[in-house]
Every structure is written in structure tokens, then in C-alpha cells.
């Protein structure tokens, strides 16, 4: 195995530059090379899970609680820094620097609760998972047909979802569903977040689940979930529309609001694999020699190198940008798409040329290059494709055409 550099940490821009910023980078950078690089590249290619141990070792460090205010016990900081300490651990494993997100969904229940959840969140006791996605239903939201019933004392949830990860492990499954029948006429109406406890490691009564088996975001299991009467008490419906009179389109709105944080979070994550495909390729062609010197010495491979890095640094320039605007309170939603889109395609495309730069050795699961390009490979799809970025930047852009 090729030893990485050994600290190749890129410097934060002046503008954004601070002694705070600089040390929680440091202390991701050494957290992610020191304990997580090493497991990863042993459980990884056997599909092993992330162990309890490491994350207990995340939240001991703040790492769940970033952006979580301090008197929950939270770090109490910004976008800015969130995405300083998710590339720094995607750099190692994609499905580390994932797993942090899984806290911030305390923080859209009751007041009531999240007095008690919010702290075990910003410790990592407390984890959820997300079901949106359906067999029909991804990118068009509006399209969700899993039911939520209004019974006596609470609901009944009846449906199928795709795609959701970590929820055999979570503490609580959010599912979004309807609480009216679906109407082609108001697609958006009655769509709601309710909140399924459970306890880690089961599925609650009315919840079965098959995992789905993926080519990369190992470290993790992700499901496919059926819901059959799954009966959930009526303070588990979430957000200020709890209480039904308001806005018939606030689920809706929240979910789709939701996801200008997560694609920032995904450029980070892109832009970290990136990086690991960069600096494990600077190392290696140092080392691996052809005819008679290292293939480093070759203007072909230097200017690769080259390319490399500077779609990586043109991208991270981008995300540091969009996150500073958003913790300036800015609407970032097109910048967040844009990033998005950038750092997930160029990911792609960088940790692609780093296989081939390693030649037949990357194609092993000896050398961790072929782990960043399958995870950089879903950076393309999840949280948003990259078809659906360039429609939400084309129509900040474009008059709506009459045929829609």
C-alpha cells in the first residue's frame, strides 16, 4: 500500500481564514488519516460496517454536533466549518464523513423534544435516517404516495421507500408521506415529515426492510422499506404544519428547502474523494518506477497530476465560497446546486484518471483509488442528480418555457 502524504492539508483562503478554522481542520485532517483511512481500507472491500467504537470517537470529538448550538452541546459553528471537517474525513471514507449529517435532523422536532434530543444528537447518541425517495418518486418530491392516515391518537403509515440509508442502525426514521390523498391537481398538498422511533439494530412494528445492494458507499447498510400499518402517535408529525390548519404545501416547501446544507455537504464530499484520488496519485508515482524511473518523471502523468489538482482547487474555491454566503444568512440554493454539480462531475472525473494513473494496481481493491471513484460515482446522483442541478441553475436563468 502506498503511504499518503503526510500533510498536504490545503490552506483556508485569507478572507476565510481563522485560528478556530484552522484547528478543527487539523483535527479532522489527523482524525481521518490516523484512525479512520486505516479501517477503511480494511472493511471496505469486505463490506464491513462502521464501527460503534469510531463513531463514539466522532462524537466525543464534536464532530455530530458542528452546527448544533452550544447550550444543546453542540460546537455551535457554521456551514463553513461543517464542510472544513466533511472533506477532511470523505478524504479517508466517504460513509464517515456521511454519517455526520444523521444528527442534524433533531433540530426540526417539537421544542418539546428536542430539548432531550438535540444533546444526544450533538453527541452522536442520537442518529436518524431519511425516507423520501420511492419506486416512482426521487427528484420529483411531489410524486411521494406513501400515506400517512389520521387515526385515532396518531397515524397509520402504509407505502414503500427507496434508498435509505442507515435506517436499520437509526434512532428514528423521518418518512415523508401524505396526510391526504394524492391530487394531480395540487401535487404539493399534504405532503408531511413524521418521525418513526426505533431502536437501533430492529425495525419498529409495521416496518420491514430488504437491503440493497450497492457497487460502493460501503460502511453502511442502505434499504428498501415497506411501511404496512406502521402506527405512529400524533406528536410525531413534524415541522410548524404540525397541527394541520397551515400551509397545505409546508411539508413540501421544508423538505425541498432542506437540501440546500446537504448539497454543500456533497460537494465536500466529492472534493474530499477527489483529493484522497490526488494525493494517493502524487505518492504513487513517485514510487512506481518504469523504465528505469519513476513514472512521475513523465510529462503525461506530471500533467495529469496537474489537471487534477487544479479542478480539485477550483472546486473547493467554490464550495468555501458558498458555504461563507450561507452562514452570512445569503440564499445560496442555485450556488448550492452549482457546487454540487461541479464538484460531483469533476470528482468523477479525477478519481477516474488516479485508477488510471495507478494502471492494473488500481483496479484492485489494494489500493483505495477504486473506493473514491465508485463513492465519487453516487456524489453524481444522491442528494440530487446532476440532470436536476442544471435544471435548478438553467431556470434561475432561463424564462419558464409555455409547454411545461
Same mark, same amino acid.
Given at each position: 500500500?502506498?503511504?499518503?502524504?503526510?500533510?498536504?492539508?490545503?490552506?483556508?483562503?485569507?478572507?476565510?481564514?481563522?485560528?478556530?478554522?484552522?484547528?478543527?481542520?487539523?483535527?479532522?485532517?489527523?482524525?481521518?488519516?490516523?484512525?479512520?483511512?486505516?479501517?477503511?481500507?480494511?472493511?471496505?472491500?469486505?463490506?464491513?460496517?462502521?464501527?460503534?467504537?469510531?463513531?463514539k470517537e466522532m462524537g466525543d470529538?464534536?464532530?455530530?454536533?458542528?452546527?448544533?448550538?452550544?447550550?444543546?452541546?453542540?460546537?455551535?459553528?457554521?456551514?463553513?466549518?461543517?464542510?472544513?471537517?466533511?472533506?477532511?474525513?470523505?478524504?479517508?471514507?466517504?460513509?464517515?464523513?456521511?454519517?455526520?449529517?444523521?444528527?442534524?435532523?433533531?433540530?426540526?422536532?417539537?421544542?418539546?423534544?428536542?430539548?432531550?434530543?438535540?444533546?444526544? @444528537? #450533538? &453527541?452522536?447518541?442520537? !442518529? $436518524?435516517?431519511? +425516507?423520501?425517495?420511492?419506486?416512482? =418518486?426521487?427528484?420529483?418530491?411531489?410524486?411521494?404516495?406513501?400515506?400517512?392516515?389520521?387515526?385515532?391518537?396518531?397515524?397509520?403509515?402504509?407505502?414503500?421507500?427507496?434508498?435509505?440509508?442507515?435506517?436499520?442502525?437509526?434512532?428514528?426514521?423521518?418518512?415523508?408521506?401524505?396526510?391526504?390523498?394524492?391530487?394531480?391537481?395540487?401535487?404539493?398538498?399534504?405532503?408531511?415529515?413524521?418521525?418513526?422511533?426505533?431502536?437501533?439494530?430492529?425495525?419498529?412494528?409495521?416496518?420491514?426492510?430488504?437491503?440493497?445492494?450497492?457497487?460502493?458507499?460501503?460502511?453502511?447498510?442502505?434499504?428498501?422499506?415497506?411501511?404496512?400499518?406502521?402506527?405512529?402517535?400524533?406528536?410525531?408529525?413534524?415541522?410548524?404544519?404540525?397541527?394541520?390548519?397551515?400551509?397545505?404545501?409546508?411539508?413540501?416547501?421544508?423538505?425541498?428547502s432542506g437540501m440546500t446544507v446537504?448539497?454543500?455537504?456533497? @460537494? #465536500? &464530499?466529492?472534493?474530499? !474523494? $477527489?483529493?484522497? +484520488?490526488?494525493?494517493?496519485?502524487? =505518492?504513487?508515482?513517485?514510487?512506481?518506477?518504469?523504465?528505469?524511473?519513476?513514472?512521475?518523471?513523465?510529462?503525461?502523468?506530471?500533467?495529469?497530476?496537474?489537471?487534477?489538482?487544479?479542478?480539485?482547487?477550483?472546486?473547493?474555491?467554490?464550495?468555501?465560497?458558498?458555504?461563507?454566503?450561507?452562514?452570512?444568512?445569503?440564499?445560496?440554493?442555485?450556488?448550492?446546486?452549482?457546487?454540487?454539480?461541479?464538484?460531483?462531475?469533476?470528482?468523477?472525473?479525477?478519481?477516474?484518471?488516479?485508477?488510471?494513473?495507478?494502471?492494473?494496481?488500481?483496479?484492485?481493491?489494494?489500493?483505495?483509488?477504486?473506493?473514491?471513484?465508485?463513492?465519487?460515482?453516487?456524489?453524481?446522483?444522491?442528494?440530487?442528480?446532476?440532470?436536476?442541478?442544471?435544471?435548478?441553475?438553467?431556470?434561475?436563468?432561463?424564462?419558464?418555457?409555455?409547454?411545461?
Amino acid at each position: 500500500m502506498v503511504r499518503a502524504l503526510e500533510d498536504p492539508r490545503p490552506p483556508i483562503p485569507l478572507a476565510y481564514r481563522t485560528e478556530d478554522r484552522i484547528g478543527i481542520q487539523q483535527l479532522a485532517r489527523d482524525f481521518a488519516m490516523r484512525r479512520v483511512l486505516p479501517i477503511a481500507n480494511e472493511l471496505d472491500p469486505e463490506h464491513g460496517l462502521i464501527p460503534e467504537a469510531l463513531r463514539k470517537e466522532m462524537g466525543d470529538l464534536g464532530f455530530f454536533g458542528i452546527m448544533i448550538p452550544e447550550k444543546y452541546g453542540g460546537l455551535g459553528l457554521g456551514v463553513f466549518e461543517y464542510a472544513l471537517v466533511t472533506e477532511e474525513l470523505a478524504r479517508a471514507w466517504m460513509s464517515v464523513a456521511s454519517i455526520i449529517a444523521r444528527s442534524g435532523l433533531a433540530a426540526t422536532f417539537p421544542a418539546t423534544q428536542r430539548a432531550e434530543l438535540v444533546p444526544r @444528537a #450533538a &453527541r452522536g447518541d442520537w !442518529l $436518524a435516517a431519511f +425516507a423520501m425517495s420511492e419506486p416512482d =418518486a426521487g427528484s420529483d418530491v411531489a410524486s411521494v404516495r406513501t400515506r400517512a392516515t389520521k387515526v385515532d391518537g396518531g397515524y397509520l403509515i402504509n407505502g414503500q421507500k427507496m434508498w435509505c440509508t442507515f435506517a436499520d442502525q437509526a434512532n428514528c426514521i423521518v418518512v415523508v408521506a401524505r396526510t391526504q390523498p394524492y391530487d394531480p391537481e395540487r401535487r404539493h398538498a399534504g405532503i408531511r415529515q413524521l418521525a418513526v422511533h426505533k431502536d437501533p439494530g430492529t425495525f419498529p412494528a409495521g416496518v420491514t426492510g430488504n437491503p440493497i445492494r450497492k457497487i460502493g458507499y460501503h460502511g453502511w447498510h442502505t434499504w428498501e422499506l415497506s411501511f404496512d400499518d406502521c402506527f405512529v402517535p400524533d406528536d410525531a408529525l413534524l415541522g410548524s404544519d404540525r397541527t394541520e390548519p397551515g400551509d397545505p404545501d409546508g411539508g413540501f416547501k421544508r423538505t425541498a428547502s432542506g437540501m440546500t446544507v446537504p448539497r454543500i455537504h456533497t @460537494a #465536500a &464530499r466529492a472534493i474530499g !474523494l $477527489a483529493r484522497g +484520488a490526488l494525493e494517493d496519485s502524487v =505518492a504513487y508515482v513517485q514510487q512506481r518506477r518504469q523504465f528505469e524511473r519513476p513514472i512521475g518523471d513523465f510529462q503525461s502523468i506530471r500533467f495529469k497530476i496537474a489537471n487534477m489538482a487544479a479542478k480539485v482547487e477550483a472546486c473547493r474555491a467554490l464550495m468555501y465560497q458558498v458555504a461563507h454566503d450561507a452562514d452570512q444568512g445569503e440564499s445560496v440554493d442555485v450556488k448550492a446546486a452549482m457546487v454540487k454539480y461541479l464538484a460531483s462531475e469533476m470528482s468523477e472525473r479525477v478519481t477516474s484518471e488516479a485508477i488510471q494513473i495507478h494502471g492494473g494496481a488500481g483496479y484492485t481493491t489494494d489500493f483505495p483509488v477504486e473506493r473514491y471513484w465508485r463513492d465519487a460515482r453516487l456524489t453524481k446522483i444522491f442528494e440530487g442528480t446532476s440532470e436536476i442541478m442544471q435544471r435548478i441553475i438553467s431556470d434561475s436563468l432561463l424564462p419558464a418555457s409555455a409547454l411545461r
